[in-house]
């Protein structure tokens, strides 16, 4: 499988799987599968369906990033990573960036061992902080801010120990960008369309932004999941997001 990544703007779009059911899902999928670059099965439906659960959704010809943000010893993550990119289609995974640096690097190591280098790997992202937590959120863990200092310093951290690029907030995209290079990988969730982005439409995610600005900050794909999801007419509201991007391109 190679990496869903080209000049159409829907290259750029993950849409967010989060059911708890794999017909639902499925039938979801199905309706927006030619708008998307790519699906996204994380922690809910996986735990629900497992595996058959990428195998299915793979099979629309639509490539998964699988989101289980595995964090653990060192051995085990390596374990967990592997299992994850030797499913079919899987062209993301990911892991919390909070393990260290270690941790970072087994996981690295495991998916070069287990999968051939070169364009068709699963690449593996590092979740800096939480797009849900703020300064205080991060106070109350033990960690002081600001967040983007952090996840600035969690990116380069997981550059070094080879992974091929992170998720994190737009507000922390460009310093990532400029901290870390053209060629790592920065996918944003916490994205709301315009007429979203006001606070009671952003549901538990507090650093939120538009898919344009998004893109603007340098943003190579971005994560929307309830505000498709909860869409009356999900094509619709996937068709804009789309629309949205291939402008953001134009001027960045
Ligand atoms: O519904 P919403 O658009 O907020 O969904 C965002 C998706 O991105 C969820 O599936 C969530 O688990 C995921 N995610 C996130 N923040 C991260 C990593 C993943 O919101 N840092």
């Known amino acids: 499988m190679t990496l869903t990544f080209d000049a159409h703007p829907r290259s750029n779009l993950i849409v967010a799987l989060d059911f708890d059911s794999l017909s639902t899902a499925v039938k979801f999928a199905k309706q927006i599968a030619p708008l998307v670059g790519m ?60 393990g260290g640096s270690a941790m970072l690097h087994a996981g690295v190591q495991a998916i070069s061992a287990g999968v051939a280098m070169g364009a068709n790997r699963a690449r593996l992202l590092a979740v800096t902080i939480l797009t849900s937590m703020d300064d205080k959120a991060l106070l109350e863990v033990g960690i002081a801010g600001p967040v983007t200092d952090r996840a600035t310093k969690l990116a380069v951290m997981s550059q070094k120990a080879g992974v091929d690029g992170v998720v994190a907030s737009v507000q922390e995209a460009l310093a990532i960008r400029e901290a870390c290079g053209r060629d790592f990988l920065i996918v944003t969730p916490g994205v709301r369309p315009k007429d979203e982005s006001s606070s009671a439409q952003r549901d538990d995610q507090s650093r939120t932004a538009t898919p344009a600005e998004a893109i603007r900050a340098g943003a190579d794909f971005i994560v929307v999941g309830r505000p498709i999801l909860a869409a009356r007419d999900p094509r619709a509201a996937t068709q804009t997001i789309v629309e949205e991007i291939a402008a953001a391109k134009q001027f960045s």
């Open 39 to 98: 699906f996204k099965i994380g922690g809910q439906l996986f735990t629900a369906a497992g595996p058959a659960a990428v195998k299915e959704i793979a099979a629309l010809d639509v490539g998964v990033f699988l989101d289980l943000k595995f964090h653990d010893i060192p051995n085990t993550v390596a374990g967990a990573v592997l299992s994850a990119a030797s499913l079919p289609g899987v062209e993301l995974l990911n892991v919390h960036a909070l």
